[in-house]
């Protein structure tokens, strides 16, 4: 129950009041359904009355209605008059074309709302260390994305998204000028190689990926006019990664993995890679001891999503020498992902500043 809206009496202590805000589930879900619903998009293009809203949205209007008035409440929509709504500044804010891209994220049916309510689970990930995500829909978020062409591309997109962030750090970071051919291992649906690539044209690129991404991947690879350049894998990491690349790249790959399987990932890699060949690890790096809110707010994710989580750099130092590598440089960059230039390791020190 909303306790802040129906004034349940907690008394004045101290903090009573922050910690309500911060326990109320109704406002996070009755927005979530009105994004999921697209029902500011239908209020900013004139579908205004409660049963036309209704009928546009697949609602039952005795239901939509009460759901209009709490979020009148909260300041989303106003009711200027009887049954007739009106988006505030704050609902526009969750219109779909909003630059915030909010709405997308906070879709039940897409990945980010499916993130968030796998937090329902979260009582058994504290009492097991067991990932939420898998008890409360039934199958990892990977298989989960194999089974809905809509889950997998909301995914792909908030990669894409993110990966406007960290991929031109990777490609201007590094001395690149010396590498014939990347690999991009988990690439998603190619950012970072496409940016690498087109900043390198005498480089060639390998992208592995599961196979509805590596389609996805592909696809923007052609747009990109890079197909002649590159070589999309369907695969699954842990079978086999393609051999003969100068450098493997993991961007934010490891931290999807409890050790055993992030371990399993990183050896196939250094067999790929050979007694020549380098690893560049993108990841978020977790300080050591107490950590900062960030760090512990992703943590938990990793946690309830994944039965994962991010490492500080004695963990990935581990990781690492038990995969036969070590990791050369260590870089932290602005956009908040370290890298991690590992090469085999019996390889010269004198390697390690490249990437
Ligand atoms: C967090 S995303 C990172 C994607 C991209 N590297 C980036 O940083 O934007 C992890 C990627 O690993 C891929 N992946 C998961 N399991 C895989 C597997 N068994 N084999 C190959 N790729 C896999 C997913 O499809 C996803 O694109």
Redesign the pocket.
Known sequence: MDAETTGAGYGDSPGVDGLLAMCDLVSPLAIRVAATLRLPDLLGSGCTEIADLARKSGTEAGALLFLMRYLVGKGLFTEPAAGHFELTSTGRALTDDHPSRLRASLDLNGTGGRFDLAYTGLLDTIRTGRAAYPQVFGRSL?DD?AASPYLSSS??SM??T??AH??PDVVTRHRWDDVRHVA??????G??LIELLTAHPEMRGTL???P??AAKARDALARAGLRDRCEVVA????DSVPKGADVY?????L??WPDPEALEILRRCAEAAGPRGRLLI?DRLCGDGTVSYPDAAVNLHMLVVFGSKERTLAQFTELVQAAGLRIGTVEHTPSGSAHLSCLPAEAPSGAASRP
Request: proline share 0%; hydrophobic share 55%; aromatic share 14%.
């Open positions: 990977w994305l995914f792909d990669m894409t993110m990966a960290w991929a991009d291992v988990g690439g998603g649906a950012d970072l592995t990926e599961l509805a991404t695969g699954s990491f842990f790249v993991l961007a934010h790959v931290h999807n993108v």
